[in-house]
């Protein structure tokens, strides 16, 4: 009897992992065709998987202080190749306002504005560079602060794709013409030849396309998907959001992300040191770093009357230096940046691998 029971439980365990099994192979993309039924579940399971972001928030300060708007056209570009470059999710744009006004934070709402704030000028330029450039006349409106941006060297990202590239994503604009069979929204996508959307949409959105698998373009309907579905299904960056903040608490505050940042970082030269290979970053969903103006993080949390009381530690769940031993009595935001991302490479990584394992 007992040898009758154990065979039963080593069984049921074995049918168990078997069907692990399976369904690994078919995340994996070599489980049998045939089993639809466990295909629709793990299909189901993979839509709702979150993917870790980062974002960076950067004082709009940092381009007041420049002293023309060549130079901060400049300054405003180097910000836009780092968060491309280390593949960031999320531009913050931050104010040191004392109390919350209102955070739209939208440049272009006057375009006729030459002597906009320092921060609605990043956003701006910082939003313009993100754009693909065949999408840039539809979207931008000639402004006097774009004035420059000639000059800058292309982000040169994913979905900045060529008219010969095919991509199975492509970034579009709605047009005003209409579709040939009304059914749908015409979208300008780069090409040779607008394609079609199965969507009545208003003209002039940005939208993301799935391209299908058909190469001519021909009558078939595409769809407008998500801008995070690139990634989610190809692992492909796609380049990155901006978002305006009045002061430091509403970067936080904010944060689009359900649950907000689990784990937010300060950098300052007055930060904890610790090397790189040894910094141990948690698992995380949406990691924040924040760089400092002129005078810091510090001067920040302390004009932030909703932060009243609060020393800049308690503000984050670390405080580091990540450029002890510095030759030059300051480090301007755009060179910390570029450092810091670079520093944080390696634990981030790490961080990646442990929420991978876990899922």
């Given at each position: ?18 069907k ?86 939208d440049?272009n ?12 000028f ?27 941006v ?27 013409e ?60 796609w ?57 810091g ?41 570029f450092?810091?991302l ?18």
């Amino acid at each position: 009897m007992a040898k009758k029971k154990r065979a039963e439980a080593e069984e049921a365990q074995n049918t168990e992992q078997k069907k692990v099994y399976d369904e690994v192979q078919l995340v994996n993309g070599d489980g049998h065709t045939k089993k639809k039924k466990k295909k629709k579940r793990e299909k189901e399971k993979n839509e709702g998987k979150e993917i870790p972001t980062v974002s960076i928030a950067v004082p709009g300060s940092i381009i007041d202080n420049t002293q023309s708007l060549e130079l901060a056209t400049r300054l405003a570009g180097q910000i836009a190749r780092a968060a491309t470059i280390f593949r960031i999710d999320e531009v913050i744009v931050f104010d040191n306002k004392s109390t919350s006004v209102d955070d739209s934070g939208d440049p272009n709402t006057d375009a006729s504005d030459e002597n906009e704030s320092g921060a609605a000028f990043l956003i701006r330029i910082l939003q313009y560079l993100e754009t693909p450039q065949y999408l840039r006349k539809n979207l931008f409106p000639k402004h006097n602060s774009l004035r420059f941006v000639g000059m800058l060297p292309p982000l040169d990202a994913p979905h900045h794709l060529r008219k010969h590239e095919w991509a199975p994503y492509r970034e579009g604009v709605t047009l005003k013409e209409r579709a040939p069979n009304s059914m749908g929204t015409l979208v300008d996508v780069g090409l040779s030849k607008n394609v079609v959307i199965d969507e009545v949409l208003e003209p002039g959105l940005r939208v993301t396309v799935a391209m299908g698998n058909n190469r001519q373009l021909g009558a078939d309907l595409l769809h407008q998907v998500s801008s995070s579905k690139p990634r989610e299904e190809a692992g492909m960056y796609w380049g990155y959001r901006v978002r305006y903040a009045s002061n430091i608490c509403s970067v936080f505050k904010d944060c689009p992300y359900k649950g907000g940042y689990d784990y937010m970082i300060g950098t300052s030269e007055h930060g904890l040191i610790v090397n790189s290979s040894e910094l141990t970053i948690p698992t995380f969903r949406h990691l924040l770093i924040a760089f400092g103006g002129l005078a810091g993080l510090e001067e920040s949390v302390e004009e932030d009357n909703n932060l009243k009381r609060k020393n800049v530690r308690e503000v984050f769940d670390t405080y580091l230096n990540t450029c002890p031993n510095q030759g030059s009595r300051t480090i301007r935001t755009e060179e910390a940046i570029f450092i810091s991302l670079q520093y944080f490479q390696e634990p981030i990584n790490r961080a990646l691998q442990r929420f991978e394992n876990q899922t």
